[in-house]
């Protein structure tokens, strides 16, 4: 216990009692969304992470000093525009290690723009923009998937605790690492785009937790990373000071005619195109309901109810727009040699 810091057991401490209280408040009903488990011990060949306040690190132009271990060299990947309060050192299940500053950065206002955009996510298509741009799915995991089926293999003959298995063990570790990694640059690089380009973004709140359960498309919505994105565009909008529209999951975007605002009723997913029975006019199923959800920015800046019809009789809660606060707290990674 001597040889570590102290700080680091407080730290785990406050985890320890933040998870408990999170689980019994989910069970009383206090906490709103999904149950929580019970807390469980972290498992020592996985994901390891230690956290140090203020008091117990600093940091210089080329290290961080950390106490009851000293001077580590780190590779700054940016300046941190602040004081860090906290710092986490996190060891991946490929042995890389990381450190995490916690730092207080002002808002960036970006330039103002007339611009509004929907957005439509899909599998096809990674994105699909209301003005008729179509961004491609990577499909990043189904590119790697032969070889990760392949160590997956190696890894179950391989026999247990000996050091092949080590290594083979080591090799999916890196795969996934490598998906999880392309997969993290391309939606930082898209939601960056569309934060900066547009002034209002509208975006369909989708149940992926629930789409993921058809077995089907499972592997496909999970390699598409959608909670991930919208979790992503929330961040950069608050940033850049933009409005970004949540639409309700039950807003019939692909049934609504964006020209005429009538109802064209329920479609199977192999109808991609389909023609208006009121005002004959022709839709792409993909580029109308990102049409209809770039609509909904317009709904929103009219200051109108806070319901909408959607053509079936139903009421639909209208989006919620992010607020940007004066100040905003973010995350510094940068890699520990």
């Known amino acids: 216990m ?53 008091n117990a690190f600093t940091v210089s132009s080329q290290s961080v000093y950390l106490a009851k271990i000293g001077h580590v060299k780190v590779v700054f990947s940016r300046p941190l525009p602040s004081e860090p309060s906290s710092v986490t050192i996190i060891k991946d299940t490929t042995g890389r290690y990381f450190a995490s500053f916690v730092v207080e ?14 957005i439509d996510l899909g599998l096809t ?3 699909i923009l209301s003005t008729g741009e179509k961004v491609e799915n990577p499909r990043l995991h189904k590119k790697m998937l032969r070889k990760i089926k392949l160590a997956n293999r190696r890894l179950a003959k391989a026999k247990k605790d000996s050091n092949r298995r080590k290594k083979r063990k080591l090799r999916l570790a890196k795969l996934h690492a490598k998906v999880k990694q392309q997969r993290t640059d391309f939606l930082h690089k898209l939601t960056t785009q569309l934060a900066t380009e547009n002034q209002s973004l509208a975006i369909e709140d989708l149940n992926v937790a629930g789409m ?30 933009r409005d970004l529209t949540i639409v309700d999951r039950w807003y019939a975007s692909s049934q609504i005619c964006s020209c005429c605002g009538q109802s064209g009723g329920k479609k199977e997913l192999n109808v991609r195109e389909w023609e ?42 209208l989006p919620v727009v992010a607020v940007l606060g004066e100040v905003s707290t973010t995350y510094e990674q940068l890699s520990l040699f």
């Not at 570590?4 to 069970?27: C, G, T």
């Not at 950065?105 to 330039?111: D, L, M």
């Not at 496909?220 to 961040?235: N, P, R, V």
């Open 2 to 54: 001597s040889e570590v810091s102290s700080v680091v057991l407080q730290q785990s401490l406050r985890d320890l009692e933040q998870a408990w209280s999170n689980y019994f408040n989910s069970k009383s009903g206090k906490r709103k969304g999904k149950d929580i488990g019970k807390p469980k011990p972290k498992k020592k060949h996985g994901k390891q992470a230690i956290r140090f306040a203020s």
């Open 105 to 118: 950065v002002p808002k960036e206002i970006a330039p103002q723009t007339d611009i509004s955009c929907g």
């Open 125 to 127: 298509h990674f994105a």
């Open 212 to 241: 993921v359960k058809n077995r089907k498309l499972s592997r496909a919505i999970s390699d598409a990373g959608w909670a991930k994105f919208k979790t992503m565009l929330q961040a950069k909008c608050d940033k850049y000071g």
């Open 276 to 317: 208006c029975l009121h005002c004959n006019a022709f839709h792409d199923r993909d580029e109308n309901a990102a049409a209809n959800l770039k609509n909904q920015t317009k709904r929103e800046a009219g200051g109108q109810s806070d319901s909408y019809n959607n053509g079936h009789g139903e009421c639909v809660s």
